[in-house]
């Protein structure tokens, strides 16, 4: 490649089977100024076929100007040049006075893209970047007056040019991406740094990063309201529809509208938006989240329904989302073998949890293990951690939170009763 600031010269791209010549909106655009400008249709057929089987060579890029080498089915080869008015050194000026008061123009044109609205806020400021029908004047070797098969090939393997990178489009208008872009910082206040060609190649970390001087700062982050939103109350007049119950679809955004007010509060808690990633909920487990959340009776048993659980269960499933959500939910429904690993670990901290004259007897049956003579338990869950358990009419439902320490946990199973 030469002198970027001036010319541009590319290599010949491999042929196109199987694809098309432009997958950018911008490319299209350029292939369209051909399509309708050529007088000869057979000729612009004719510039695809050989362009799509490699038939041109080098593509040299310059201010008003593309030029390559085309070659025939018969191997007679042609230099194509295809020509395209520069703007005006004014028309120059609109366009860098409208970039320097949209700095998204900018990033876009870096992060090799040509949003329309770039395109359109030029052409409110008089500067037409892509050709229009006429605007693509060709000249051949072949002595042909219009457009030919070999202008046109090169017309179509410029399009895939353009795709990768807008600013030839901008070089063969007048400006090379170099001094447009010292151009754009010598009007803006921060400063423009050109990345590496990132057409074909990775970019640094430092390169990329440094890039980012262009961008306006982030916004400031929002204030966390007083309380969730309200949600609507849905309109009694109209009729719902077969199967619709206004309850709880009410119930259901009141629900939305909380998740959303905590999802919020945890993001401006970390000041990046950042938070652990939680596993996909069960539509069981999602069932007992939204009862959770206290709806009327009628609502209450169809998520009991939903969730697999009678009434008195989905309450003792309700208190172990509270203590836990979904992991306390598991350690409720599931009963596991515990890895040799994992064993030893648990058979460890409960010998060390107490001393040997208070060491409480234990019963083990898989991750449970139970307090002979008493009415607690100890359930391990699969993190590691001891969630207290106390028996209750006959059935095992969860005393309080996990901990870290299984004598801690089974303190909390004897003290904690379960209400209800």
């Known amino acids: 490649m030469t002198d970027r600031n001036e010319e541009r010269t590319f290599a010949a791209l491999p042929p196109a089977h199987g694809r098309g010549f432009a997958q950018t909106w911008w490319g299209l655009a350029w292939l369209k100024a051909l399509e309708d400008a050529a007088l000869d249709s057979e000729q612009v057929k ?60 900018i990033a876009a044109l870096l992060d090799r893209d040509m949003p329309p609205h770039l395109v359109e806020d030029a052409a409110a400021a008089g500067v037409e970047l892509l050709p229009g029908l006429g605007d693509l004047e060709a000249k051949c070797d072949c002595d042909a007056w219009d457009h030919c098969g070999h202008t046109a090939a090169l017309c179509y393997q410029m399009a ?7 600013f030839v489009l901008l070089l063969m208008r007048g400006r090379g991406e170099r001094r447009l872009l010292d151009e754009l910082q010598e009007r803006g206040s921060a400063p423009v740094q050109v990345p590496p060609d990132t057409s074909r190649e990775g970019v640094d970390a430092a390169e990329a990063y440094a890039v980012g001087d262009i961008l306006p700062s982030l916004p400031a982050l929002p204030e966390l309201p007083a309380e969730p939103a309200q949600a609507p109350t849905l309109d009694v007049e109209t009729t719902p529809a077969p199967g619709v119950d206004l309850a709880s679809v009410e119930f259901l955004a009141t629900a939305a509208a909380g998740e959303a007010y905590r999802l919020l509060a945890e993001a401006l808690v970390s000041g990046h938006g950042q938070r652990a990633v939680e596993a996909e909920l069960t539509p069981g487990q999602d069932a007992v989240r939204l009862a959770a959340g206290g709806p009327e009776k009628a609502i209450a048993q169809r998520l009991a329904e939903g969730s697999g659980r009678d009434r008195e269960e989905l309450q003792h499933a309700i208190r172990a989302w509270r203590y836990g959500g979904a992991a306390a939910l598991s350690v409720l429904d599931d009963e596991w073998a515990v890895e040799a690993e994992s064993l030893a670990r648990a058979r460890a901290a409960l010998e060390s949890a107490w001393d040997e004259d208070e060491r409480p007897r234990l019963r083990a049956a898989h991750n449970r293990w139970t307090a002979v003579g008493a009415s607690t338990q100890l359930r391990l869950g699969r993190d590691g951690r001891w969630w207290p358990y106390r028996k209750e009419r006959g059935r095992w439902v969860p005393a309080g939170p996990a901990a870290k320490d299984p004598a801690t946990a089974l303190a909390t199973a004897e003290g904690n009763p379960m209400n209800g």
């Open 46 to 105: 004719t510039g695809r076929r050989l362009a799509r089987a490699g038939a041109v060579g080098a593509v040299s890029v310059r201010p008003g100007r593309i030029t390559a080498v085309v070659q025939d089915r018969d191997r007679t080869a042609h230099r194509a040049d295809v020509l395209l008015q520069e703007l005006s050194e004014e028309q120059w000026d609109h366009f860098l006075d409208m970039a320097v008061e949209r700095a998204g123009h």
């Open 160 to 166: 895939r040019l353009l795709d990768e990178d807008p």
